[in-house]
């Protein structure tokens, strides 16, 4: 499936208010689903931030990795509005904006907005390591999603309107390495973290006042 239609894909079941429900589950019923749903992610460090209706809702990564060994849900209220968040989203092809000592071998991200364009299907997905390529952009929606794949997993960044303010959620999931699930959600943890505080905090920065 192109990046397009995927896009296309994921705007039709956020429209159409469709839940993340295992199609696995032998029940057609909420409860069963949610039973499979929890059984598929109950490791440490699953979830960060974000409340039970995020994640229930669907993201792009969703159609992508329909059958992950790992969910992971991270969430930060930025304000700002969407537009202005995703300047720095978009950013993330350029630095990883997480503990740039750990995964840019001391680079600072960059502090202040460049003059990119929107990130398209098929480009690297961030500049990691003090300046290696890596990952690929999969899908992008400007200024509502950004999904890429990273080191065997897939990783969707979506704005979220809510007044004046905006929730920045990130959803990662992977379908291999089942036993090493909970170190990989330990470890995405503290770097995700990290790196939705550093985009809010220089989306509220750069806010138009």
């Not at 400007?142 to 080191?151: A, D, H, S, V």
């Amino acid at each position: 499936m192109s990046g397009t239609a995927r896009t296309d894909s994921w705007r039709r079941a956020r429209n159409s208010q469709e839940f993340a429900w295992d199609e696995r589950s032998s029940s057609n019923s909420p409860s069963s689903a949610h039973a499979t749903l929890v059984e598929a992610t109950d490791v440490i460090g699953d979830r960060w931030g974000v409340t039970p209706d995020e994640i229930r809702r669907r993201y792009p990564c969703d159609e992508i990795a329909p059958d992950p060994v790992l969910e992971a849900w991270r969430g930060v209220t930025v304000r700002a509005e969407p537009e202005q968040v995703w300047l720095w989203v978009r950013q993330i092809r350029l630095a990883p904006y997480s503990y740039d000592w750990i995964d840019n071998l001391g680079r600072r991200s960059p502090q202040q907005l460049c003059a990119i364009p929107d990130p398209v299907p098929g480009e690297p997905f961030t500049v990691a390591m003090g300046g290696y390529r890596c990952g690929e952009v999969l899908t992008v929606a400007p200024g509502e999603q950004l999904t890429g794949r990273i080191m065997g997993a897939v990783m969707s960044y979506v704005l979220v309107p809510v007044g004046s303010t905006t929730r920045l959620l990130l959803k990662v999931v992977t379908s291999r390495g089942r036993l090493t699930a909970p170190l990989l959600s330990l470890g995405d943890l503290v770097m995700a973290r990290r790196q939705l505080l550093n985009l809010a905090r220089l989306a509220e920065m750069t806010a138009p006042s």
